[in-house]
Protein backbone atom coordinates (compact mmCIF):
# COMPACT_ATOMS: atom_id res chain seq x y z
CA UNK A 1 0.00 0.00 0.00
CA UNK A 2 3.03 2.27 0.70
CA UNK A 3 4.71 1.73 -2.40
CA UNK A 4 1.39 2.62 -4.39
CA UNK A 5 0.75 5.72 -2.25
CA UNK A 6 4.74 7.04 -2.86
CA UNK A 7 4.37 5.96 -6.71
CA UNK A 8 1.06 7.76 -7.05
CA UNK A 9 2.20 10.75 -5.40
CA UNK A 10 5.23 10.43 -7.60
CA UNK A 11 3.66 10.60 -11.20
CA UNK A 12 0.66 13.84 -9.73
CA UNK A 13 2.36 17.10 -10.27
CA UNK A 14 1.81 20.61 -8.03
CA UNK A 15 -1.68 21.54 -8.71
CA UNK A 16 -3.00 18.07 -9.14
CA UNK A 17 -1.47 16.71 -6.08
CA UNK A 18 -3.05 19.56 -4.78
CA UNK A 19 -6.30 19.03 -6.23
CA UNK A 20 -5.95 14.92 -5.30
CA UNK A 21 -5.78 15.55 -1.77
CA UNK A 22 -8.61 18.21 -1.21
CA UNK A 23 -10.53 15.00 -3.17
CA UNK A 24 -9.30 12.69 -0.74
CA UNK A 25 -9.99 14.78 2.06
CA UNK A 26 -13.20 15.70 1.31
CA UNK A 27 -14.09 11.78 0.89
CA UNK A 28 -12.41 11.42 4.51
CA UNK A 29 -14.97 14.00 6.03
CA UNK A 30 -18.07 12.48 4.19
CA UNK A 31 -16.98 9.40 5.25
CA UNK A 32 -16.75 10.84 8.77
CA UNK A 33 -20.22 12.21 8.19
CA UNK A 34 -21.70 9.25 7.26
CA UNK A 35 -20.28 7.00 10.15
CA UNK A 36 -21.56 9.59 12.97
CA UNK A 37 -24.85 9.48 11.06
CA UNK A 38 -24.88 5.37 11.31
CA UNK A 39 -23.56 5.57 15.05
CA UNK A 40 -26.18 7.94 15.83
CA UNK A 41 -28.78 6.10 14.11
CA UNK A 42 -27.85 2.68 16.11
CA UNK A 43 -28.16 4.22 19.25
CA UNK A 44 -31.84 5.62 18.22
CA UNK A 45 -32.89 1.96 16.97
CA UNK A 46 -31.50 0.68 20.55
CA UNK A 47 -32.89 3.51 23.23
CA UNK A 48 -36.40 3.03 20.47
CA UNK A 49 -35.81 -0.82 21.41
CA UNK A 50 -35.45 -0.22 25.25
CA UNK A 51 -38.31 1.88 25.54
CA UNK A 52 -40.63 -0.47 23.72
CA UNK A 53 -39.35 -3.18 25.93
CA UNK A 54 -40.11 -0.93 29.10
CA UNK A 55 -43.62 -0.63 27.98
CA UNK A 56 -44.05 -3.78 26.89
CA UNK A 57 -43.30 -4.52 30.56
CA UNK A 58 -45.72 -2.19 32.00
CA UNK A 59 -48.46 -3.18 29.72
CA UNK A 60 -48.04 -7.14 31.04
CA UNK A 61 -48.20 -5.54 34.85
CA UNK A 62 -50.95 -3.64 34.14
CA UNK A 63 -52.52 -6.44 32.56
CA UNK A 64 -51.69 -9.02 34.87
CA UNK A 65 -53.14 -7.14 37.93
CA UNK A 66 -56.71 -6.27 37.86
CA UNK A 67 -56.88 -3.56 39.97
CA UNK A 68 -54.42 -1.42 37.91
CA UNK A 69 -56.22 -2.07 35.62
CA UNK A 70 -59.31 -0.87 36.39
CA UNK A 71 -57.17 2.06 37.86
CA UNK A 72 -55.52 2.99 34.34
CA UNK A 73 -58.84 2.51 32.55
CA UNK A 74 -60.74 5.26 34.91
CA UNK A 75 -57.63 7.46 34.24
CA UNK A 76 -57.65 6.41 30.71
CA UNK A 77 -61.56 7.52 30.18
CA UNK A 78 -61.49 10.40 31.98
CA UNK A 79 -58.58 11.85 30.16
CA UNK A 80 -60.72 11.86 27.05
CA UNK A 81 -63.79 12.95 28.20
Known amino acids: MTF???WLVSTISGHNLR???QVMLQMEQEQQAA???RRYAE???AAQRNVANALQVVVKLVLDRPIL???CSLISTRCFI
Open 35 to 37: DDA
Open 19 to 21: TYC
Open 43 to 45: DDA
Open 4 to 6: FLL
Open 69 to 71: YAI
